[in-house]
């Protein structure tokens, strides 16, 4: 059973078109929701990280927001240096891996906006 | 703050043959350190976890004969891929995390293709 997931798979937006990514998860005992970007043949660029219900975190046009299930990359007036692929990955307690907590991905929503 | 590098970015060799890929953090200490394996299209998977003197937890199903972890330091962990076959053709990355929480920071990843 997936824990995050993560809608939709891909969205293709015109430049300054908002939108929003969603990210719903199913694990109890939440430590941390992190968002990150990921550009092709690179690792993951970090973006934020939300820990508590009501959270909102703001980066440039991005905006995180996170409920008790689920959370939202806001991305106000986009512009093509935007694209990519944006990943959503939770901590939860006793969900480990060698004495550590581990990060649960989902499997990312790709974001093309074109010019 | 916060960054990990990676060496070599790529390599290949031919199968048969070992190659170490080599993670570092600059300017932080890790205390945690995670080396994920990523295929065309799809989301990260966590190989294994790594904390520093200690031996590596491996994901089940990661032959930890084959992909050899050592994190001598708090800035540094390898992965060897030990006799590479084709199918070990991948993207590695590798990310490190100061603490029991919190967000981990990823490599750029390197590329990994066996002839």
């Known amino acids: 059973e997936d824990q995050v997931t993560q809608s939709p798979e891909a969205l293709r937006l015109q430049e300054g078109e908002s939108s929003s990514l969603n990210c719903s998860y199913t694990?109890?005992?939440?430590?941390?929701l992190f968002w990150y970007r990921q550009d092709p043949g690179k690792g993951p660029e970090f973006l934020f990280t939300?820990?508590?219900a009501g959270e909102e975190k703001e980066k440039e046009r991005l905006k995180a927001t996170l409920t008790k299930k689920e959370s939202f990359l806001h991305i106000t007036a986009p512009k093509p240096e935007d694209s990519a692929t944006y990943l959503c990955a939770v901590q939860a307690e006793g969900v480990t891996q060698g004495g550590s907590e581990k990060l649960v991905f989902g499997k990312g929503t790709k974001l093309t906006v074109n010019p | 703050g916060a960054v990990v590098s990676q060496h070599p970015s790529r390599v290949i060799c031919k199968s048969g043959t070992s190659v170490k890929i080599e993670c570092r953090s600059l300017d932080f200490q890790a205390t945690t350190m995670f080396w994920y394996r990523q295929f065309p299209k799809q989301s990260l998977m966590l190989m294994a976890t790594s904390n520093e003197g200690s031996k590596a937890t491996y994901e089940q199903g990661v032959e930890k004969d084959k992909f050899l972890i050592n994190h001598a330091s708090l800035t540094l962990s390898t992965l060897t891929v030990t006799s590479a076959h084709p199918e070990d053709s991948s993207f590695y990355i590798c990310?490190?995390?100061?603490?029991?929480?919190?967000?981990?920071?990823f490599g750029p990843g390197t590329r990994l293709t066996v002839t």
């Open positions: 694990v109890s005992g939440l430590r941390g």
């Open positions: 990310s490190a995390r100061r603490g029991l929480v919190g967000e981990q920071y």
């Open positions: 939300l820990y508590s």
